[in-house]
């Protein structure tokens, strides 16, 4: 990387296309693998055999399973992880933790940038041993195959002759016609229907005509007083 800044590196270590990121999954060669090619590390392929050297699987020597490139993770076989439902997946590692121990040299392209500037003597014994990794590859992929011709087909239990025969019996005898049972329908009854009372109707009169029809007086007839001197008069 150019830049010094942390978080330019940062931004180009997330940002960067796959090609960049392949090669940056490079490990440490251990020393007689570093004296014979000439180089400090080497970007990690599938069949390496790798140790690891920091975390609980400290000491673990194995060879690479898998790698995924847009995480920058390494998976090697014999090391798994259980997962809070108790299932069990490979453990990723970061390629910073690990050690080549022997490399995979069946990629004719790897061979031949391992191979540069180095002595013909080295040359020589890079493609010897990268001959018999091919043949150790090609015994390994037909012993699968004898393997998987080998395996017998699953065969079913098999039922015991009692039970055989129970069933031969029912699949024979023709089967008896049920008879349904009919029960008579019971008749709706008849919903009583209520008749609503008559509402008394109440006729209000408006305001207006109440001011219109005004209220009766009682008229009282005033008979005049008789004077005293004409009450003696009769009674005499």
């Known amino acids: 990387m150019k830049s010094i800044k942390s ?8 940002n960067a296309p796959l090609h960049k990121r392949r090669k940056w999954i490079s490990t440490h060669l251990e020393e007689n693998l570093l004296l ?17 050297m920091r975390g609980s699987f400290k000491g673990h020597e194995d060879k690479v399973a898998h790698i995924n490139i847009r ?21 990723p590692i970061h390629a910073s933790n690990l050690i080549i121990t022997k490399l995979n040299l069946t990629d004719k392209w790897r061979r031949s940038k391992l191979e540069s500037d180095l002595s013909e003597e ?30 017998p087909p699953v065969k079913e239990p098999e039922e015991p002759a009692d039970e055989i ?12 016609p049920v008879e349904k049972k009919t029960t008579p329908k019971a008749k709706p009854k008849k919903e009583e229907v209520k008749k609503p009372k008559a509402e008394k109707k109440t006729t209000l ?32």
């Open 7 to 14: 978080r330019k590196q940062r931004k180009e270590l997330f």
């Open 36 to 52: 014979k090619y000439d180089k400090r590390s080497v970007p990690v392929i599938k069949g390496d055999t790798v140790r690891v």
């Open 71 to 91: 995480k920058r993770h390494v998976e090697i076989e014999g090391m798994t992880m259980t997962k809070a439902d108790n299932k069990k997946i490979a453990k």
């Open 122 to 151: 080295t040359k020589k014994e890079i493609e010897k041993e990268a001959k018999e990794q091919i043949k150790e590859v090609a015994e390994e992929e037909k012993r699968k195959a004898e393997e998987m011709e080998e395996e």
């Open 165 to 176: 025969e129970e069933t031969v019996k029912k699949t024979t005898e023709p089967e008896k």
């Open 205 to 236: 009169k408006k305001p207006a005509e109440r001011e219109k029809t005004p209220a009766k007086k009682e008229t009282v007839k005033k008979t005049p007083g008789k004077t005293a001197k004409k009450e003696k008069e009769e009674n005499k």
